[in-house]
């Protein structure tokens, strides 16, 4: 049974950081954890990826040189580093994990979620 806790969202300035973990039970060497955010009405978006076993990563386009996703095998913990945050960064946070190490046209994929955290950048 795999369960995600994340943590560490907030609200803060434009420009400001946050660092945002993800918890999980179940993780294995040869998983994937990912990070979406979504707001009301809109889809759910794929943010940052990272392959647990190697620690290869992957970004939307609009997070580059601002996000980073790092893991903590020890600590069964994944982070998101937001640097530089901007309105519309603002949404609702979530973690997520797929055992299988899918194709990269699947990269988004994952079939076991978190229930969010929180991020609000005001202007």
């Known amino acids: 049974q795999v369960q995600l806790v994340e943590s560490g969202g907030g609200s803060v300035q434009a420009g400001g950081s946050l660092r945002l973990s993800c918890v999980g039970s179940?993780?294995?060497?040869?998983?994937?954890v990912g990070w979406f955010r979504q707001n009301p009405g809109s889809e759910r978006e794929g943010v940052a990826g990272?392959?647990?076993?190697?620690?290869?990563?992957y970004y939307v386009e609009s997070v580059k040189g601002r996000f980073t996703i790092s893991r903590d095998i020890g600590k069964n913990t994944v982070y998101l580093l937001m640097n530089n945050l901007q309105p519309e960064d603002t949404a609702m946070y979530f973690c997520?994990?797929?055992?299988?190490?899918?194709?990269?046209?699947?990269?988004?994929?994952?079939?076991?979620w978190g229930q969010g955290t929180k991020v609000t950048v005001s202007s």
């Open positions: 990272i392959y647990y076993d190697g620690g290869r990563t």
């Open positions: 179940g993780f294995t060497e040869l998983g994937r």
């Open positions: 997520a994990y797929d055992v299988r190490v899918r194709a990269w046209s699947e990269r988004w994929t994952f079939p076991y």
